[in-house]
């Protein structure tokens, strides 16, 4: 649940833009009433939805995140490493498909 969340602030940003909530309902992939949660703290964003408020109003998602008042980490973080990490991922799926396949498993 948001700790806070800065409606004045997010007002002034779609204000800005000349973009309504509904705008932002829409690209955030979420209804108007969920939207309306948001606003009123009683539904926290996800990492993808801070994404997309970000992408719009033209602001870091940090920021967005902030403002927010969520506990939700931002998207991003080290893209290398997560790549890094899915690669090894994938290596492992590979070789478990390829050890099933010949009928046999380490």
Same mark, same amino acid.
């Given at each position: 649940m948001a700790l806070f969340f800065d409606q004045d602030w997010f007002n002034a940003r779609l204000a800005e @833009? =000349? %973009?309504s909530r509904a705008v932002l309902a $829409?690209? *955030?992939g979420i209804s108007e009433d969920e939207l309306l949660l948001v606003w009123k703290d009683q539904r926290e964003l996800s990492a993808q939805e801070v994404a997309a408020f970000a992408e719009l109003i033209g602001v870091p998602a940090s +920021?967005?995140?902030h403002r927010? =008042? &969520? *506990?939700t #980490?931002? #998207?991003g =973080?080290? #893209?290398l490493a997560r790549i890094a990490q899915l690669e @090894? @991922?994938?290596t492992? %799926? +590979? $070789? +478990? &498909?390829a050890a099933l396949r010949t009928g046999r498993r380490d």
């Open positions: @833009r =000349g %973009l $829409a690209v *955030s +920021e967005v995140a927010a =008042g &969520i *506990s #980490p931002t #998207p =973080g080290d #893209p @090894r @991922r994938v492992a %799926l +590979e $070789a +478990e &498909i």
